[in-house]
């Protein structure tokens, strides 16, 4: 049957062991050809996973998966099974030529519908995990109440740098910066002195230019919240699933490190002077929503904590339209469709 479905050669088939099972029986490698355009991966069909599982099973892993065999074995097989089934009898090799597409899988590895479904799942599941934890973490760290900042006070710990992530944010960013309006950091030089003397007093991030941006060691703390979650579907998850769903997770922190300065800009200056691919998303339909929404989350601090995937403050109930008011402001600082 793997001379058939997954059209490997006779040799290839023999000299396979236990170790050349991977993710879950779903791959197959062949390492050890002669060739380097031998060493191929092959996604094993659905229906051979439980026969490949089962001839794994309590074998070493330099164990051969169908014992000693010579490579005449798997087409006596194929006779035996085309005498059983009552077909005319085929060489294996000529079951599957237009299969073949050289060191690549062939055609019959495209995705099965399981894997398509998993591959969905985790990008769904992904999506509302990084946009659940951003708004939440945004809210309960980044906006803490008082009562929860007197409360991280007494973690050992992480106590002082969750109440450092809320002085950068909420005192820094919200408070000391874009004071005059959304657009400008600092209306004069004793404004941003005031706002640096605070940022040395407690000894918060100085390479973050006042919350706007994210350091390399914000980036990993920015992703923390995430790990929970992370870890236990790595752990548990099939790597179809655990991939997107983990690489959702970057979202949040590289949208706050390079996307977020240039939300801060009037909209048509941003979609001018970013960088290309910031550019691209800026004029994307993305990009005006985007835009605004981060602009109502400095209006109505407590409302629109996500930057790019909303889903998480909708689930929160905590999104924000914008009113009459907002609308004037958003034109006066240069807001999309200005
Ligand atoms: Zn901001
Ligand atoms: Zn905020």
């Known amino acids: 049957m793997m001379t058939l479905l997954m059209g490997m050669r006779a040799s290839e088939i023999v000299q396979r062991i236990a170790r050349d099972i991977d993710d879950q029986v779903r791959i197959l490698w062949v390492t050890a050809s002669k060739t380097e355009a031998g060493k191929r991966r092959f996604g ?35 006779q035996r099974i085309c005498h059983e089934a009552d077909v005319p009898v085929v060489c294996p090799r000529n079951a599957w030529p237009a299969l073949n597409l050289g060191n690549g899988p062939p055609a019959n590895h495209m995705p099965s519908i399981s894997d398509v479904a998993v591959l969905v799942t985790g990008v769904v599941t992904g999506y509302v995990h990084a946009s659940f934890v951003e708004s939440w973490s945004h809210d309960q760290i980044c906006h803490a109440r008082r009562s929860t900042l007197d409360r991280y006070g007494q973690l050992p710990f992480f106590g002082r740098r969750l109440r450092n992530s809320w002085r950068s944010h909420t005192a820094v960013h919200h408070g000391m910066t874009f004071r005059p309006d959304y657009t400008m950091q600092f209306a004069s030089s004793d404004e941003e002195a005031r706002a640096c003397t605070y940022v040395l007093q407690h000894r918060l991030d100085p390479g973050n230019d006042f919350g706007l941006s994210v350091s390399l060691t914000g980036f990993f703390r920015f992703l923390l919240p995430f790990m929970v979650l992370n870890t236990v579907v790595v752990i548990v998850a099939p790597l179809l699933l655990s991939i997107p769903f983990v690489v959702l997770s970057l979202v949040s922190p590289l949208f706050s490190k390079f996307v977020h300065p240039h939300l801060h800009k009037p909209y048509k200056r941003a979609c001018s002077t970013a960088p290309l ?53 958003l034109r006066r600082v240069g807001g999309p469709g200005e």
């Open 44 to 78: 094993v069909p659905v229906g051979l996973r439980p026969y490949l599982g089962e001839l794994a099973k309590g074998k070493s892993p330099g164990d051969l998966l169908f014992g000693l065999r010579d490579r005449g074995w798997p087409n006596k097989c194929v």
């Open 277 to 329: 691919l910031i550019r691209l998303l800026l004029r994307s339909p993305m990009g005006p929503t985007m835009w605004t929404r981060h602009f109502l989350h400095h209006r109505h601090p407590r409302f629109s904590f996500n930057l790019m995937m909303p889903i998480g403050d909708w689930l929160r109930g905590v999104t924000w339209d914008a009113d009459a008011l907002d609308l004037v402001e």
